[in-house]
C-alpha cells in the first residue's frame, strides 16, 4: 500500500491571505470572512475546492470529497459534480470543505481507475496532504462520496485508504472486484430499483455489510415516499452499512437540482422524496474515524 504524507490535524494555514480575521495566535479565533471557491492543481491533477466562510481556521475541519462518474466529452466532470451535488451550499450550512477532484481520460471518458494500485489514489493522498497543511483537517472526519464510477472509486479509497478514510457514501456505483479492505469502513449506499446495475448495487451492499461483521438482520432506518434505507445491524466497531432504494430511480443522484437534465439524458427518475447530498452527511457525522 501506498504511504500517504499526511500530518492530519497539525497543519498549519494561509487563512489571513484568505481573508481570515484574527491575529493568528495558536489558539485564537482565525474565522474565514468570505469562502473559498475555486478551482486548484495539485500533482498535475485538478480539483474544485470549497471552504465555506465562518469556520475556525485554528480548528480543525471535516473534508467530504466528492467524485463524478465516467463522463465523456470534455467538459469538466467535476463542475458537473459540483452542480449535481448541490453540496457548496451544504458545505456553507453545515461548516465542512468539499472537494471534487477531475477524473483522467480514460479512452474518451473522464473517470477513475479503481483498481487497489490505481495512480488515481497518489493523486488524492497530494490533494489531503497539500489541504492539510493549509486548512488543518479534521483527521477523524474525512469523507469520500460518488455516483458512478467516482462510487466505485469510493470504495477503492476505503480499501486502499480505510486508515484514512473514515466513512464513504457510494451513489450508483458498484464494488470493484479487487477492494482488499484493511479496516471495516462505515458506509451509505444509495441505488434506483429501475437502475440497470441495482443488482449489482445490493450485492455490493450486502458483501461491504459481511465484511464489516455485521448480522444478517436489517432494520428499517428511513422511508419517505418512494425512498427506504435498511442498515444490517451489530455490526464490528461500529463499520454501519444501509441501502437505500429509489423505487423506480434511476442512475441518478437523490435530490439533485439536476433531475431534469438526468432524464433528458436517459438515466430515469430521480427522487425528490430522499436528498443524498444532506441525508449522506448526517450519516458521516455519526461515523467518524474511531
Known sequence: MLALPLALGCGTSSGDANGAGGSGGATSPRILAAPIDEG???GGRDYLLYVPSGIDLNEPTPLVMSF???TPGELSASTLQQG?????????EHGYIVVYPQGRMLGDRQGWETDPESPDIAFIDEMLAEL???FGLDERRIFSAGISNGAAFSYTLACSRGDVIAAIGPVAGSLPMDCP???GVPAIVYYGTEDQSFANGQTSALAWSQRNGCSDETEETFQNGDSTCDAWTA?????????CTVDGGGHTWPGSPFADIFEMFGEGKTTMDLEATDH?????EQHPMP
Open 280 to 284: 449522506m452527511w448526517r450519516f458521516f
Open 84 to 92: 449535481l451535488t448541490a453540496a457548496n451550499d451544504h458545505a456553507q
Open 40 to 42: 486548484r492543481t495539485v
Open 68 to 70: 463524478h462518474g465516467s
Open 235 to 243: 455490526c464490528q466497531d461500529g463499520s454501519d452499512v444501509e441501502f
Open 132 to 134: 492539510d497543511e493549509e
Open 181 to 183: 479492505l484493511i479496516r
